[in-house]
């Protein structure tokens, strides 16, 4: 394919694609709202489960209703036996946002009702697969490294059960917490790449599952999904503080960027990051190690500082930035950071699904269909005409 | 959710969200046009495989061209034991849609290079696909019909390849011709939902096989890629000929559409459908069966005329009508059509993953990142004051 400056992709920046109550990303005023909460407010008082209450029913629960949501969740979590045997048939090495990929598509082999199109049935997948979804991410990583699945617990809430499940260990209760809040802070954002092909695949007609597994497959991609593993590949290369100063220079002079600092987003700093940054200091000092901890906030103040002196402009962390030092003293393996990032946002995937499909007076979605520009110019503006094969 | 009527979703008619040199879809003049060539031209004269060269190296091939892509495609035909052994832990009533969409993604794990996001490799991954889709589609109808999936013979071409593994049984000359063109008409389509979902997953750099696999994902709603399948269905249905003037009627007169008639795309009626309604007939006669092109030409003349008559339009058949009659008529299965428009669809998919990864001057793509407008009314025009559990 030659080289042409004649193909324009806009990435849809600034185009209105459709309306949606379920969250609102004010860049100017740095506020992230789901269903009308504010994100700081959510973080602070509640639960991943109460989350998807919010996310997909529209309400914060009363007791009785988290009560019966809960035990769905937990009831829903184990995955079928079939399945883990078809993960046991993987290579060791694949990655795992593939193989999440391809088991979310494949458990819509288990359920009869997959392709059933109703509101009801998709409320349902939808709270099968926030349950599974840890299931299937911590069965692999034991599959991978030639452990069997822990089973899930069912005494346990769904935070602290994916630590268990990871580890075959029940976490501590602050630790539990702190991913529980990891969760919350995750779980929604706009229209998004990820979200999009979600709701891109659901306008089809496609079920759940389908629209589910594309946008696993939207977040496996580097400018997506994988930022918070290469903040923490960074630290690693980083690893001490006195390289830093060195380090932020070389990537400011070679054009580069610091990654999970700066957000396409939010003008004025990620409500998210002032959440996750005295969670990894915390979290630090209870594992009696803030290396990450003190290495993320010095590169923050030098990072910012350079971009102040070079270009005038303030930059803040984003939600990657923290995070990336909170998974890894949680013990998470650097490449299940994404992986973890959908076991969270698959509650706003599902909800955009199910809004997409079911919100509004219409009977049906609008398939997307945008238009594209042709700008063939093989045989100058006319078609070509055909050429034989032996005139070739 | 509350059904509201506040919620809007355009589906991106009319927004042009890139552009394309792969193919252009002449609405007015009732063109296709593959990279400057009409389809029409195309399918008299070439096959699948030429057609493979023409959409990712922009060019139809010369014979040595040709010969050297044959001949890779043929070698990459054969799927890993262990992806087969992955089919076979699946459900026997796994919807194909779904089983394809997650063995796509799990070739992923068989390929060390998938996420080498060079355009070579990108290339060289779009051949693989090409070559092991219509593998994966057969191994599948064998195993859940309880038998061993028939390995490639590379003696065969794409097409003829495809019937005998789906089958045990080589094709007819004429058959396997009529499959080529089949492949031919069916292998893009320009911004269609699993063109877009396809470029929109590959925006953000996620690799080839992610892409694919949540094209297949949007072209699995039956929006999208259901279409054939429920025309042969509403054939089986109807039956007879007597019967087709009630059903026109009864349709119409309770608001429906007859699958198959009328385009959302061209004006003036589809050029793939003026190939293949005589391909129906023929087909049909070589097997001794006309009964289902006939029933659908019976019924095209008919409904045509009851929207002449009710509505003062002109409709036509689109690639759908007389795919269905056609398929059906080679013993595909009826499930089988929409993986069979992605045995076809894959050559289109993957070109415009290259040109979404690799076209255009800037070094990387824009990830596709719409706007909303946030329409949550929750606790009016402002943010909610969050409510304590035991308040709710």
Tied chains: 1, 2.
Excluded at 201 to 227: I, K
Excluded at 338 to 344: E, K, L, Q, R, Y
């Amino acid at each position: 394919m030659s080289e042409t400056n004649s193909i324009i992709n806009t990435g849809l920046r600034g185009v209105t694609v459709a309306s949606t109550k379920i969250s609102h990303v004010d860049s100017d005023a740095s506020k992230l709202i789901y269903r009308g909460y504010l994100i700081t407010d959510l973080a602070k008082n509640t639960t991943y489960e109460e989350l998807v209450h919010l996310l997909l029913f529209e309400k914060l629960p009363s007791q009785a209703q988290l009560k019966i949501l809960s035990q769905r969740l937990a009831s829903e979590r184990a995955i079928p036996e079939t399945l883990i045997a078809a993960l046991k048939t993987r290579p060791k090495t694949a990655l795992p946002m593939d193989v999440l990929q391809a088991a979310i598509a494949m458990l819509a082999n288990h359920d009869p009702d997959a392709a059933k199109l109703t509101k009801d049935n998709t409320e349902d997948i939808a709270v099968k697969l926030v349950a599974k979804i840890p299931t299937i991410v911590a069965a692999w990583d034991r599959i991978r490294n030639g452990m069997e699945p822990v089973p899930p617990d069912t005494n346990l809430n769904h935070a602290a059960n994916f630590l268990y499940m990871l580890t075959g260990e029940k976490p501590e209760d602050q630790t539990a917490r702190d991913f529980d809040i990891c969760l919350v802070l995750h779980a929604e954002h706009s229209f998004n790449a990820s979200t999009f092909a979600a709701r891109e695949v659901a306008s089809t007609r496609a079920h759940m599952y389908a629209a589910v597994s594309a946008a696993v497959g939207s977040l496996s991609g580097e400018l997506h999904g994988g930022a918070n593993s290469r903040v923490m590949e960074m630290l690693i290369t980083i690893d001490s503080i006195d390289a830093i100063e060195n380090y932020v220079n070389h990537a400011l002079d070679s054009g580069g960027l610091i990654m999970g600092l700066g957000h396409a987003v939010y003008k004025n700093g990620d409500p998210r990051a002032l959440i996750l940054a005295p969670m990894s200091k915390q979290l630090g000092e209870r594992i009696h190690n803030t290396k990450w901890y003190e290495l993320s906030t010095v590169l923050e103040e030098k990072t910012k500082a350079a971009f102040k002196a070079r270009k005038g402009i303030d930059i803040y962390p984003n939600v990657d930035f923290y995070s990336a030092s909170v998974y890894y003293s949680m013990g998470i393996p650097i490449d299940l950071f994404t992986p973890v990032f959908a076991i969270s946002r698959i509650a706003g995937w599902t909800a955009h699904v199910i809004e997409e499909q079911f919100a509004g007076a219409a009977p049906k979605p609008a398939l997307y269909r945008p238009s594209s520009a042709y700008v063939g110019d093989y045989c100058g503006p006319d078609e070509c005409a055909f050429v034989p094969m032996d005139q070739r």
